[in-house]
Structure formats: C-alpha cells, structure tokens
C-alpha cells in the first residue's frame, strides 16, 4: 500500500525538496515544525514577496528541508 508518507520518503530520498516541501506542506498535522514548512512551502511558490520583507527565500528553504529531517527521518 502507497501512503502519502511513503511517497514524501521517496521525494527526500531522491532529493525532491522542493517537491517533498509543496507535498508535506498540504499534510494536515505538521505539529511543531508546521511554519517552517509552511513558510517554505511559501517561499517556493513567491520569493519575489519574501525578498520585499527582506527575508531570504533560500533561507527558508533550507529550513524547511530541516524540518522534514526533523519530522520525518528519525
């Protein structure tokens, strides 16, 4: 059986993270590593806005790739 879980491991395993982020991010219980995801996720999607609130998108990326570390490969 394919779970939403075991296709996010496929995405981190091949090095998707863009990919693994936009997916994990529409998982309804991200607990405590839910805004950085989600500020990832948002990052991805407009970092022109990101850069106008003088925040690094790449930044926020690379924290969000954390939080999926932190959350789903134990």
Known sequence: MVTKLSKLM???KAG???AAIKFAAKFPDLG??????LRAKDAIHNPDFYRQIKKDPDSLIEAGKAALVRKYCR
């Open 10 to 12: 496929v995405m981190i």
């Open 16 to 18: 998707d993270w863009l």
């Open 32 to 37: 405590s590593e839910r805004d950085s995801i």
